[in-house]
């Protein structure tokens, strides 16, 4: 991967806050023509620095209001492939991470409300290789850069 340049970072800054942006407004933020904003757009895509564009929809919106963050211990050791097999068919499940400390992996879960959460972590606990799972629900986001 290429060293980024100011410009390069100023033009993902500006596309993580509004991916649907122009390459006009972009250049003309960056101080570039809109060609030349969408070779380097372009570039930063062909070199994996931007991963996808993606719209990025508000839970609430499809009725999804329980959030949660689930600290999950497994029986023995398991791989990560493992986990993500077994996880990748639950839906509520929107991340998933492996992680230092008492629990093997954390999960977070998003859910109608709390008997869909119930729901959703009784198959992560279905699981053969699960042994335990610790719930923390959240109350408000404070911070969120990610989306």
Same mark, same amino acid.
């Given at each position: 991967?290429?060293?980024? /340049?100011? !410009?390069?970072?100023? +033009?993902?800054? &500006?596309?993580?806050?509004?991916?649907?942006?122009?390459? $006009?407004? &972009?250049?003309?933020?960056?101080?570039?023509?809109?060609?030349?904003?969408?070779?380097?757009?372009?570039?930063?895509?062909?070199?994996?620095?931007?991963?996808?564009?993606?719209?990025?929809?508000?839970?609430?919106? +499809?009725?999804?209001?329980?959030?949660?963050?689930?600290? *999950?211990?497994? %029986?023995?050791?398991?791989?990560?492939?493992?986990?993500?097999?077994?996880?990748?068919?639950?839906?509520?499940?929107?991340?998933?991470?492996? *992680?230092?400390?008492?629990? /093997?992996? &954390?999960? %977070? !879960?998003?859910?109608? /409300?709390?008997? %869909?959460?119930?729901?959703?972590?009784?198959?992560?606990?279905?699981?053969? $290789?699960?042994?335990?799972? /610790?719930?923390?629900?959240? +109350?408000?986001? +404070?911070?969120?850069?990610?989306?």
């Amino acid at each position: 991967m290429r060293d980024l /340049d100011d !410009v390069d970072r100023e +033009l993902l800054v &500006l596309l993580a806050r509004d991916g649907r942006a122009t390459y $006009n407004e &972009l250049g003309a933020r960056v101080g570039l023509s809109a060609p030349a904003a969408k070779r380097r757009v372009d570039r930063l895509v062909a070199d994996g620095v931007i991963a996808s564009f993606t719209a990025v929809v508000d839970p609430a919106a +499809l009725g999804w209001r329980t959030e949660a963050f689930v600290e *999950v211990r497994c %029986h023995g050791t398991v791989s990560p492939a493992e986990l993500r097999r077994a996880w990748q068919g639950i839906p509520e499940i929107v991340g998933a991470y492996t *992680v230092t400390g008492p629990a /093997d992996a &954390l999960i %977070h !879960v998003l859910a109608r /409300d709390v008997q %869909h959460l119930e729901q959703a972590l009784e198959r992560v606990r279905d699981e053969a $290789n699960i042994s335990a799972t /610790d719930s923390v629900i959240v +109350l408000s986001r +404070l911070v969120d850069r990610g989306r």
